[in-house]
């Protein structure tokens, strides 16, 4: 097989890949031919390809000459399945080829397992037969890893985990130490591309120190001091390449200068692309240390190595490690005697004595602290360092990986695997947590192995207190198909998910706070890698208040105005996004709060919607482990901001450890405007617990913030806003109605009518009250509940959210009560609403006594699908706005978005000098002011045809219809069309979301306001829709402002022709004319009116005999009444209202329909 060259052409790398080859022995050896002949040749490789890792064999380069030459590399130990590849380049413009022949595999096999083994051989578990000196010496051969089992005892170094005890030497070069290094760090100049333990670029070795620059200079590393012995082994793995005038020796040093050191090995065989072992046996008389030694030719120097040495059981150590004589003792030790690499024979071992500990039998001894410090032996492994250096907790579970794995061990099936790795450039992620330059477990996946598990598993853990929570960092990279996760394996063996995530972390390392609590046995925790072709790390394991000791804050702890960062609060690692501090407003505009809550120019924590982010991403922010709140509890509020036409939504949630459980105890999502507002909750749980607050990303438009934390002991404070979570605000059931509300939270027993949620929090945990409806309900049936009294100075407008959804449902009706039990009819409605919350707001009545406000619920007969709710019932001292008007001065009156999915924005409140940039007009009509509130859409973001709804509250018919008017901005080239529908219950059940079109308008229309009016006459209850579909590109501005409604048909000015200047002067005579007669007649008309009407006003507020279920219109001069159990033509507010405010201006466009 053969790569040529062309003038002119590059070759880049031409690759010839082996059939995959099951696993392979220790032993297996790659065999073939080459020839490399021409002025163009570049580069020949062989490469070892496992899974996704490729690791370089054997590499040549340039012109060989027209010969064919042998190569030969040891494969080595290959777990797994693999294939090798043949990699052949070229120069540009230069010719040359590059060619192989005669591949051959050999050794390969693994052993045969064997009946029965000599009782001078090792048995491994397979039945493998294995000579004793190579066991424990880092080489499988037995081929199930069992020869490598059960090494405690022997003294080894694979230079995985550290230098272990191997110590740099006093007389050789200065600077120029042996170096643990890893895989291809210093490939092709100074070392190997892999190491012989793991076989792979992911494996650590030693080489000579870098500074030897001249021949001559020594680099030298030290064992342990031995004590004396007469037949002590040593085996080793070295690698050489290209280095065949340096000197690569083993000594044993007796004296600490080294002038007597004996050489004891010498390399022979300099140049190999494989790791090679060597075995020495030595005895000595006295106290020595073994030296490997490595010295500088006169040429340049090669690739030297050294891995995985070992010493044989026959090998004593100086547990003090004393230091060697500087001088000969008076009688001259007896020369140490080598032996050849042989069989080892039966040694003679010298006793050593055991170093006498300071500690009691009931202690440990802290052997990395001065000054010999001893701990009570309970205070081993109980999560808090006793002893000054920490000694007491190694291998309880805490670890930076920096020295060894701290007892955590890879427990997979072998396909998969955790591995230590030191962080390089060559590593994904390319640094470690801990250093930067340290290192980090990193889990390694088999290839064709898509669904294999790497388990890591930890050391037998201590019991914990209730408050126990892991730290560790963790890494997934961006093309990651699998997952990370952390499981608890408890004393039974069953194992629980703790934790897991699947996408990719955005920097190279993230923490994570994971509750573990009480836990009474001890137990281990597991790291869980699953997938393919991806990168899993974890680094910096700790445990965080688990000792049994431990006492939590109190709860006021938690209080955050996030001036000096996030506080107590913690960044959760099981989303996508992080919560970010802010000053000012943010980055995309018509979206965020324009300062924070605290002082308007501090600071506060939103997460950003735009790009990167994407729609469902999600930020979570949490406490540590708190306390059982005990009986009082405690108050916990913040201030949140969501203001866009994107937003996503806010959720609390409460989420306990034993049992493991999350509860979402309230919830906002959608546009709640360009403000910051408040939300209180009164947390009770007799469990230990923590708490959550989670943000999602709607769109590009949908920045979300949060300010001012508290947290305070006992219950919240009293609220005008009466939204059940905590009880019933001491509204009482009425004791003379036929049937009792229900306080519930999710959805209604009965299907097809009742809430699924409520309106307060929008969660299955939120509470409401409803009234059930059964089979054996009568008509005319009511049930009926009552505030607590009122000040008479208290409140001018009351506003609550009612459900009315059900072919069954009834009537609805809303009292002023006095302290006597006197009433008047503020709301009633009647009939299926939809399967949606509905706003309601009427003014009170004048009053100087106490009063309640009473809600009734009247039943249609027998049915199970009319039951109805009401939430959210609230006193305000402003006025009420007048019924179908707004000019969004102070809120959106009855108007709001749909939300739900159905559209893909919302209609803003803003205005023109926003300290938050928008994309609405300069002023709003109201006040022709930038200070002046409207409604607008966000045209900046979203595609094109994207729809954004505004609805109304729900209006009754009338005979003589209604008339709708508003005032609209349309500028820009690319604005879209705006539309306004009319729909009812039985369009809406039909799944018709807009309903019929009334108005139309499209296109631009000036940087002006516009008005319409609009006539409406519907023969079912009905509410108005406003849809904007955007343009083809972004940048429109939409607005709307001062909508207003009546009864009666819509008057506008008569249409002017345009006019001559020779009949000017006698047109407008003609309209002043007209105008001034109609003026007159309106006022004669008017007076009239009011006279009559004078005389027929029912007394309501002195409670004299007009039904007490009435209500006074101002438009129609009549007392339309509502009687129980049907549905009757009148206004469903209390039209007290000044007239002045549906008077009907000039009309420059309108319809009527």
Same mark, same amino acid.
């Given at each position: 097989m053969a790569v040529e060259a062309e003038p002119g052409v590059?070759?880049?790398?031409?690759?010839?890949?082996?059939?995959?080859?099951?696993?392979?022995?220790?032993?297996? %050896?790659?065999?073939?031919?080459?020839?490399?002949?021409?002025?163009?040749? &570049?580069?020949?490789?062989?490469?070892?390809?496992?899974?996704?890792?490729? %690791?370089?064999?054997?590499?040549?380069?340039?012109?060989?000459?027209?010969?064919? =030459?042998?190569?030969?590399?040891? !494969?080595?130990?290959?777990?797994?399945?693999?294939?090798?590849?043949?990699? /052949?380049?070229?120069?540009?413009?230069?010719? &040359?080829?590059?060619?192989?022949?005669?591949? =051959?595999?050999?050794?390969?096999?693994?052993?045969?397992?064997?009946?029965?083994?000599?009782?001078?051989?090792?048995?491994?578990?397979?039945? !493998?037969?294995?000579?004793?000196?190579?066991?424990?010496?880092?080489?499988?051969?037995?081929?199930?890893?069992?020869?490598?089992? =059960?090494?405690?005892?022997?003294?080894?170094?694979?230079?995985?985990?550290?230098?272990?005890?191997?110590? $740099?030497?006093?007389?050789?070069?200065?600077?120029?130490?042996?170096?643990?290094?890893? &895989?291809?760090?210093?490939?092709?100049?100074?070392?190997?591309?892999?190491?012989?333990?793991?076989?792979?670029?992911?494996?650590?070795? !030693?080489?000579?120190?870098?500074?030897?620059?001249?021949?001559?200079?020594?680099?030298?590393?030290?064992?342990?001091?031995?004590?004396?012995?007469?037949?002590?082994?040593?085996?080793?793995?070295?690698?050489?390449?290209?280095?065949?005038?340096?000197?690569?020796?083993?000594?044993?040093?007796?004296?600490?200068?080294?002038?007597?050191?004996?050489?004891?090995?010498?390399?022979?065989?300099?140049?190999?692309?494989?790791?090679?072992? /060597?075995?020495?046996?030595?005895?000595?008389?006295?106290?020595?240390?073994?030296?490997?030694?490595?010295?500088?030719?006169?040429? =340049?120097?090669?690739?030297?190595?050294?891995?995985?040495?070992?010493?044989?059981?026959?090998?004593?150590?100086?547990?003090?490690?004393?230091?060697?004589?500087?001088?000969?003792?008076?009688?001259?030790?007896?020369?140490?005697?080598?032996?050849?690499?042989?069989?080892?024979?039966?040694?003679?071992?010298?006793?050593?004595?055991?170093?006498?500990?300071?500690?009691?039998?009931?202690?440990?001894?802290?052997?990395?602290?001065?000054?010999? !410090?001893?701990?009570?032996?309970?205070?081993?492994?109980?999560?808090?360092?006793?002893?000054?250096?920490?000694?007491? $907790?190694?291998?309880?579970?805490?670890?930076?990986?920096?020295?060894?794995?701290?007892?955590?061990?890879?427990?997979?099936?072998?396909?998969?695997?955790?591995?230590? $790795?030191?962080?390089?450039?060559?590593?994904?992620?390319?640094?470690?947590?801990?250093?930067?330059?340290?290192?980090?477990?990193?889990?390694?996946?088999?290839?064709?192995?898509?669904?294999?598990? /790497?388990?890591?598993?930890?050391? %037998?853990?201590?019991?914990?207190?209730?408050?126990?929570?892991?730290?560790?960092?963790?890494?997934?990279?961006?093309?990651?198909?699998?997952?990370?996760?952390?499981?608890?394996?408890?004393?039974?063996?069953s194992e629980a998910i703790l934790w897991s995530r699947s996408h990719n972390t955005v920097s190279h390392w993230t923490p994570e706070y994971l509750p573990v609590g009480l836990q009474r046995q001890p137990y281990k925790v597991l790291f869980s890698g699953i997938g393919g072709d991806h990168n899993l790390a974890v680094d910096d394991i700790s445990f965080l208040n688990c000792e049994k000791s431990f006492q939590p804050p109190a709860p006021s702890a938690y209080s955050c105005s996030f001036e000096d960062g996030l506080c107590l609060w913690l960044q959760g690692a099981e989303d996508e996004l992080d919560w970010q501090l802010k000053s000012g407003p943010t980055e995309t505009p018509n979206t965020g709060p324009a300062g924070d809550h605290t002082t308007g120019s501090g600071k506060y924590i939103h997460i950003e919607s735009s790009l990167p982010s994407a729609p469902g991403n999600v930020a979570q922010m949490k406490t540590s482990l708190l306390p059982p709140t005990g009986e009082s509890g405690y108050c916990f509020t913040f201030w949140y901001h969501m203001f866009g036409a994107t937003v996503g939504s806010v959720r609390m949630i409460l989420q306990t450890t034993d049992p493991l459980t999350k509860t979402v105890v309230w919830q906002k999502a959608g546009n709640q405007g360009d403000e910051w507002q408040r939300v209180q909750s009164h947390m009770t749980s007799q469990r230990v617990h923590q708490l959550i607050l989670e943000a999602s990303v709607g769109g590009e438009a949908g920045d979300i913030a949060i300010d001012d934390i508290a947290l305070m002991s006992g219950p919240c404070p009293a609220s005008d806003l009466c939204d059940f979570e905590e009880g019933s605000c001491n509204w009482l059931q009425q004791t003379t109605d036929d049937a009792d509300w229900v306080r519930e939270s999710g959805s209604t027993p009965n299907p097809k009518t009742g809430p699924d949620s409520d309106h307060t929090t929008n969660t299955h945990t939120g509470h409401y009250y409803y009234l059930p409806s059964s089979a054996t309900d009568l008509t005319g049936q009511t049930g009926k509940m009552s505030s607590p009294l009122y000040p008479a100075d208290k409140g001018a407008c009351i506003q609550l959210w009612y459900h009315m959804y059900g072919e069954g449902m009834g009537t609805l009706n809303v009292y002023q009560e006095s302290e006597e039990g006197k009433q008047a009819l503020l709301f009633s409605q009647a009939g299926d609403q939809g399967p949606l919350w509905r706003f309601a707001q009427a003014s009170l009545m004048p009053r100087v006594r106490p009063y309640r406000i009473a809600v009734e619920g009247v039943k249609s007969g027998p049915t199970h699908e009319g039951d109805v709710a009401f939430d959210d019932v609230q006193l305000i001292d402003s006025h009420c706005s007048p019924r179908g008007h707004c000019d969004f001065e102070s809120s959106m009156c009855g108007w709001s978005n749909l939300g739900g999915g159905v559209d893909q924005g919302d209609w803003l409140r803003g205005r023109g000098d926003s300290p938050n940039p928008n994309t609405g007009p300069s002023v709003d009509h109201t006040t022709n002011s930038t200070k002046g509130y409207y409604l607008y859409v966000d045209d900046s973001v979203g595609q094109w045809g994207d729809l954004s709804f505004l609805i109304s509250e729900v209006f009754q018919p009338a005979t003589r219809g209604h008339c709708i008017t508003f005032w609209y901005h349309m500028y820009s080239p690319h604005v879209g069309t705006l539309r306004l529908y009319i729909n009812d219950r039985m369009m809406h059940a039909l799944g018709n979301e807009e309903g019929i079109l009334k108005w139309i308008e499209t296109g631009d229309q000036g940087d002006k306001w516009h008005q319409a009016n609009v006539f409406i006459q519907h023969q079912e209850a009905f509410w108005f829709v406003f849809a904007y579909q955007k343009g083809m590109n972004t940048g429109g501005d939409v607005a709307l402002d001062d909508i207003s409604f009546h009864s009666g048909p819509c008057y506008s000015e008569p249409t002017v022709d345009p006019t001559t200047d020779t009949d000017m002067l006698s047109t407008g005579l003609a309209v002043g004319l007209t105008l001034l007669g109609g003026v007159i007649l309106s006022i004669v008309l008017f007076m009239l009116n009011r006279k009559y009407c004078a005389t027929i006003k029912p007394t309501i507020l002195n409670n004299d005999v007009t039904d007490q279920n009435s209500v006074f219109d101002l438009y129609d001069c009549k007392i339309d009444g509502t009687q129980h159990g049907t549905r009757a033509d009148f206004s469903f507010f209390n039209n007290l209202y000044d007239p002045s405010q549906h008077a009907p201006g000039a009309a420059e466009g309108s319809t009527e329909a």
């Open positions: 590059h070759i880049s790398p031409a690759a010839l890949q082996s059939p995959i080859m099951k696993q392979a022995s220790t032993s297996c %050896t790659l065999s073939f031919y080459y020839h490399m002949f021409g002025e163009g040749i &570049g580069e020949l490789r062989v490469l070892l390809k496992e899974s996704s890792r490729s %690791t370089p064999l054997l590499w040549l380069s340039g012109n060989h000459g027209d010969v064919w =030459h042998r190569g030969e590399v040891i !494969v080595g130990r290959t777990h797994q399945h693999f294939t090798v590849l043949f990699e /052949a380049s070229g120069t540009f413009n230069k010719l &040359g080829h590059v060619a192989i022949d005669d591949i =051959h595999f050999s050794n390969c096999t693994l052993p045969e397992p064997q009946p029965l083994c000599p009782a001078n051989m090792f048995k491994c578990n397979n039945k !493998v037969c294995v000579e004793h000196y190579r066991v424990c010496d880092y080489s499988d051969d037995c081929g199930d890893r069992s020869d490598e089992s =059960h090494c405690e005892q022997t003294e080894r170094c694979s230079f995985e985990q550290g230098l272990c005890s191997w110590a $740099e030497s006093e007389v050789d070069t200065a600077g120029a130490e042996w170096t643990l290094r890893q &895989g291809q760090e210093v490939w092709p100049e100074h070392g190997p591309p892999r190491d012989h333990t793991q076989n792979n670029d992911a494996g650590h070795y !030693v080489v000579p120190g870098n500074h030897l620059t001249e021949e001559g200079q020594t680099s030298e590393i030290l064992s342990k001091t031995l004590r004396p012995n007469s037949n002590c082994t040593v085996r080793f793995f070295y690698y050489s390449s290209d280095d065949t005038a340096a000197k690569l020796s083993v000594r044993s040093r007796t004296l600490r200068s080294g002038i007597d050191d004996r050489v004891l090995w010498l390399r022979e065989r300099s140049h190999s692309f494989s790791w090679q072992r /060597a075995e020495v046996t030595f005895a000595s008389s006295t106290n020595s240390k073994l030296v490997f030694s490595y010295e500088r030719g006169p040429e =340049h120097r090669g690739l030297v190595a050294l891995d995985d040495v070992s010493f044989s059981s026959q090998c004593v150590f100086d547990p003090d490690n004393q230091e060697l004589p500087a001088t000969p003792p008076t009688s001259a030790p007896t020369t140490p005697t080598v032996k050849p690499s042989t069989t080892p024979t039966t040694p003679t071992i010298i006793p050593s004595t055991t170093p006498t500990t300071p500690c009691q039998d009931d202690e440990f001894f802290c052997w990395r602290s001065p000054d010999k !410090v001893c701990v009570r032996v309970q205070l081993r492994c109980d999560y808090h360092p006793d002893c000054p250096q920490g000694e007491d $907790e190694d291998g309880c579970g805490p670890c930076t990986f920096e020295r060894d794995q701290c007892e955590w061990r890879d427990a997979g099936d072998g396909r998969s695997r955790w591995q230590r $790795e030191k962080a390089s450039n060559t590593t994904q992620p390319p640094s470690d947590h801990t250093t930067h330059t340290g290192y980090y477990m990193r889990a390694s996946f088999s290839q064709g192995a898509a669904l294999s598990e /790497a388990r890591l598993q930890s050391p %037998t853990l201590s019991p914990s207190s209730p408050y126990c929570q892991i730290l560790f960092h963790f890494h997934i990279s961006a093309e990651s198909a699998g997952s990370l996760r952390v499981l608890m394996q408890q004393a039974e063996a």
